[in-house]
């Protein structure tokens, strides 16, 4: 039997190795302050007062909407200092070393390379440029698979717990038309599609790529029940499903409102909507409890508001734009009334049930 102090002890070191994690994507953002101009940039409007992420997106002539991700990023990092709401201080010791390359001897910024590729950190160097992102299926094959090694852990042991816990079982055991949108390479969507045999499943994505690893991934495993069609949301056929999983992707989508709206159109009567999502208070001084924080603004500047962005009209959210409020107000304009939220006790994530 597994004491609570062998659980304590494992959460203390997986936080451990999830800090180091953190490292790396900071890092990253480091690059991306000194590749930009960005940490020079703060130093001549500190020399002002505090100052806005308007004001830092105005002056270098980059996205507003990148800029102010990153520059909550290095608010979480401790790199700058946040003074309220949208309201930021550089100071001259922070500028000493992340800025002043030609007198300082503490000077460091120069020392970080992106820990990415050089064609996919010039990607996200021009996404500030020219405010487009990059879409999950150009971000690459080790993208899709790092998100599905990173998402597989949870969703194989515990996502069938939640959905017991959650009243979904009976439905799935009986049988039920399932969707997932935004499935990538469906890791959840396998194990549901294995656990209950009498449900059909079919997993939407966009990205060839992650499509091509979820039927693989299926195949390997010998299942029938399910399929991977690469598709939109929005092209869910309408009355066809009774449930409609969306895992960790709406914030990644440059529309979620208009994928929400598909799903309401696609299900049945009676069905539902079952959405995993980050946790996110909505308020950078709430979230600022969280450890990783840093690690999590990093993550949207590199990947989940790149794809959030990669379209003219995208909302834009990242990884912690879908707080409960947002979600709850979405759901509703799409015809969803009956919203359910459920906290699993996940650190990183909320999970909702919606019915229209």
Not at 66 to 83: K, Y
Not at 130 to 158: C, D, H, K, M, N
Not at 164 to 181: S, W, Y
């Amino acid at each position: 039997m597994t004491s609570k102090t062998d659980v304590d002890e494992k959460k203390m070191f997986a936080l451990k190795v999830w800090q180091y994690k953190m490292g790396e994507v900071v890092a990253l953002m480091i690059h991306l302050g000194d590749r930009l101009g960005l940490y020079a940039t703060m130093a001549t409007l500190g020399e002002e007062g505090p100052f806005s992420s308007q004001d830092l997106a105005d002056k270098s002539g980059f996205n507003h909407r990148l800029v102010s991700e990153w520059l909550l990023g290095q608010a979480a990092a401790g790199l700058v200092h946040r003074d309220g709401e949208d309201r930021y201080r550089f100071t001259d010791t922070q500028a000493a070393v992340l800025a002043d390359e030609q007198t300082s001897l503490d000077f460091a910024a120069g020392a970080f390379e992106g820990g990415h590729g050089p064609q996919r950190v010039a990607a996200l160097a021009e996404s500030f440029r020219t405010g487009r992102g990059i879409t999950y299926e150009e971000q690459g094959e080790t993208a899709a698979v790092g998100q599905a090694r990173t998402s597989g852990p949870r969703q194989r042991l515990e996502l069938e717990a939640v959905v017991n816990e959650v009243g979904l079982a009976p439905l799935l055991t009986d049988g039920a038309r399932v969707a997932e949108i935004g499935c990538g390479a469906g890791v959840g969507l396998i194990e549901l599609a294995d656990r209950f045999q009498n449900s059909t499943f079919v997993g939407f994505d966009p990205s060839a790529t992650a499509i091509d690893i979820g039927r693989s991934a299926a195949a390997d495993r010998g299942l029938t029940n399910i399929q991977f069609t690469e598709a939109y949301a929005s092209d869910l056929p309408a009355d066809a499903f009774n449930l409609v999983f969306a895992f960790d992707c709406l914030h990644d989508m440059p529309r979620p409102d208009d994928a929400l709206v598909s799903t309401h159109r696609a299900l049945t009567a009676g069905g539902a909507m079952f959405i995993k999502e980050m946790r996110s208070s909505g308020t950078f001084e709430s979230d600022a409890r969280n450890p990783l924080l840093a690690m999590f603004y990093g993550f949207s500047v590199s990947s989940c508001l790149q794809s959030a962005m990669s379209e003219p009209d995208g909302l834009g959210l990242g990884t912690l734009g879908l707080h409960p409020d947002r979600m709850t107000s979405l759901l509703n304009d799409a015809g969803f009334v009956d919203v359910r939220m459920h906290d699993s006790g996940d650190p990183a994530h909320l999970y909702y049930l919606a019915r229209p």
